[in-house]
């Protein structure tokens, strides 16, 4: 398996997981010219999707999802609550997914994985293929055993390091987006997320990508620094960037 990002963040999201013929694009944040641009700087166009997963219906995640699979007569997987999305109204190749059991496109093996967070019925994605496994995990405000469970023997992970708690606190953000971006149902703080990681088996972690970095209310050096905390093992780190996203990471 490869994975490769569109773009990370608050503006946009979009990754790539490919395995032989089949190339899944997890959300579509942006709009179709925009994506068309970013899929080429990838080596790929809309045309070698397979589907497009959607994780839920937050504009930076949704917004190109629709008008992406109506040109391109992409299949769209979604849950049932994401699926009720007015811009998912009538697609013809929906197909709904459920969080308590695992899908197969061509010869990946998906679970789509319930998180909370504040959308309809949120969810992010773990990959398998030939005993690899793949986590994508953002958009969460806290840690479930769930989570835990789906995401301790990964090979490799893009997790959310959206915001440090004190740039939040200070930050330009009005109270209300303040409780909801750091509350339960909100975003994964540098904290946070580096406490996931303190739970899961880093020696087998061949890549761990920080995703979702809040522009305004976080930095990557606070995120690595709360990172090294925890982390003993992986030495490939790297984060992912609102414009540029990520080159194409192989798993071995
Ligand atoms: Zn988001
Ligand atoms: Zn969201």
Redesign the pocket.
């Known amino acids: 398996m490869r994975f490769a990002s569109l773009g990370s ?2 503006r946009g ?1 979009g990754t790539l997981v490919e395995s032989g013929d089949t190339c899944l694009l997890i959300d579509c ?1 942006f709009t179709v010219k925009e994506t068309e641009r970013r899929l080429a700087r990838l080596g790929r166009s809309a045309d070698d999707l397979s589907a497009v997963l959607v994780t ?1 219906e ?1 504009s ?2 949704i917004k190109g999802v629709g008008p992406l699979a109506r040109k391109y007569g992409l299949s769209v997987y979604a849950t049932h609550g994401t699926a009720q999305y007015e811009g998912m109204a009538g697609l013809p190749g929906l197909c709904e997914v459920n969080t308590h059991g695992t899908f197969l496109i061509g010869d990946v093996e998906i679970s789509a994985v319930a998180v909370p967070h504040d959308a309809r019925e949120p969810c992010q994605y773990v990959f398998a293929n030939r005993g690899r496994r793949l986590g994508l995990l ?2 969460l405000g806290s840690i479930t055993p769930f989570v835990i469970e789906q995401y301790r023997d990964c090979d490799a992970l893009v997790l959310e390091f959206n915001h440090d708690s004190d740039m939040l606190a200070v930050g330009p953000y009005p109270p209300s987006l303040k409780r909801r971006v750091g509350g339960d149902w909100g ?1 994964l703080n540098n904290h946070q997320a580096a406490q996931l990681l303190s739970m899961v088996e880093q020696a087998r972690l061949q890549h761990l990508v920080m995703a ?1 970095i809040s522009e305004k209310n976080n930095t990557v050096a606070l995120a690595e620094q709360a990172l090294a905390a925890v982390m003993t093992h992986c030495e490939a780190v790297l984060s992912a960037d609102q414009e540029a996203g990520f080159d194409w990471l192989a798993i071995n």
């Open positions: 963040g608050s999201n944040g839920h937050h930076d995640h953002t958009d975003h979702h």
